[in-house]
Each structure stands twice: as C-alpha cells, then as structure tokens.
C-alpha cells in the first residue's frame, strides 16, 4: 500500500518569501503524486500532478513541484508568496490500477503574514 | 456546469440517528468518491463507486453505507449517528480511475454528531 508523509502541520511565511512544502511517499510501485489546495470553508482543488516525463511540474498560481524518484519526494514550492496563497494543501498518491485511488498525507497550513 | 454538489452544508444529528448525505455531479463522471476529513488527519477514503450498481469499501467505512443507482449521484446513509462520525464530508468525483485522473470535490458537508 502507498502512503504520503508532510513534513509540517504548519508553515508559516512572509508575502513575497518562498514558499517550501515538504512531501514524502512510499510505494511499491511508480506512483502518481498530487498537490491539492483547499482554502476556507471550501473543497480541494487539483494545484499540479505528476504522472509520467517531466520530473518539474508546473501548476495554477506559481506553484511547481519536482518529483524526485532517489529521494521519493514530491515538494511544492513557489518563488514568492501571496497573501492569498494561505490555505492547506494536501499531497496525494495513487497507482497506476484499473480502480485506483488516492491516499491522501495529513496536510500542511500556509500561513502568510504582510 | 455545477461540478459537484452536496446537501446540506451543516447538520446537526443527535446520537442514534440517521441521515443521507447527497451528492450529485453533472460531469458524466464514472467514478465517485466519499472521503470524511478529521483535524489534523488529512482525507480518509470512506467508499467509492466504478459505476452506477458498483460500490466497494474505502479505508474507513465502517458505520456508513452507500447506494450507486444512478451515475449522477452517489449518496451516503449514516445509519446509527455516534460522536465519532463528527466531521466535515467530502465527496468527489473522476471520469476514471487509472489513478492518473484529477478528482474534482465538492463543497462538503459539515456534520456535528451530539
């Protein structure tokens, strides 16, 4: 079975800083890893997904991720961050199967400051 | 399009009872998904549907029930509400599951069982 590991419950920045969020996972077998956003009171969204070629991924808002096979790493990061980028995300991480479905880590709370 | 919809958006249940939680989406989707998020936990799995008549367990479904009539909607029945199904309900849907798929989520349904 695959599972995901956020290093960081929370993680706090200041506008215009980089933006760093850890992401580990185990599996047995070439994965497919997701970020998702999740902002107040709202339901997740797909940020970015890596699936197969390019390792760099890049996403809505900024956001890129790197998926490092040696390292078993997916991190998101962002060059500079925006008051609005405060939310949770979530990493997530599939198998390629006929009824796959996604393992979600326990998410990790941006907080942006001015 | 609406995406996908859940009603209602805040129930209180007092232990013992039961209830549905709707979800429809208008995406055309195959594959639907319900999840229940905890503080801290991230998202849990509780059941997924393949297909309208075709329902299987996720990581967490003991206490809940599924029907999949219809490959619009896909409601979940809480029969015999306890404390320990407090939480905030997600459900989600995909056009397949090869694990590859983005999930798209709805608003979610914030149930306080007392």
């Known amino acids: 079975a695959q599972s995901v590991t956020q290093l960081g419950s929370h993680v706090s920045v200041s506008e215009g800083a980089l933006v760093l969020l850890r992401c580990n996972y185990s599996?047995?077998?070439?994965?497919?890893l997701f970020w998702y956003v999740q902002y107040p009171n709202q339901g997740l969204q797909l940020l970015l997904k890596y699936t197969t070629g390019a390792t760099l991924v890049k996403g809505i808002n900024g956001f890129e991720a790197e998926f490092k096979k040696s390292e078993t790493s997916f991190h998101l990061t962002k060059p500079s961050a925006h008051m609005s980028d405060a939310a949770e995300y979530f990493c997530?991480?599939?198998?390629?199967?006929?009824?796959?479905?996604?393992?979600f880590g326990k998410g990790t709370m941006l907080l942006v400051s001015p | 399009n609406a995406g996908v919809t859940q009603t209602p958006k805040f129930r209180i249940l007092k232990i013992g009872q039961s209830m549905t939680l709707q979800c429809a989406q208008d995406?055309?989707?195959?594959?639907m998904y319900w999840y229940r998020q905890d503080p801290g936990m991230g998202l849990k799995l509780i059941y997924y549907?393949?297909?309208?008549?075709?329902?299987d367990k996720g990581e967490v479904p003991n206490g809940y029930n599924v029907s999949r009539s219809t490959t619009e909607d896909f409601p979940l029945r809480l029969e015999l509400a306890a404390p320990s199904q407090t939480s905030v309900y997600f459900c989600?849907?995909?056009?397949?599951?090869?694990?590859?798929?983005?999930?798209?989520f709805g608003p979610g349904t914030r149930l306080l069982v007392l």
């Open positions: 549907s393949v297909g309208a008549g075709i329902t």
């Open positions: 599996s047995s077998v070439p994965p497919y």
């Open positions: 997530a991480v599939s198998v390629p199967s006929g009824y796959s479905t996604l393992t």
């Open positions: 989600a849907s995909s056009y397949l599951g090869t694990g590859q798929e983005t999930q798209y």
């Open positions: 995406m055309n989707h195959n594959y």
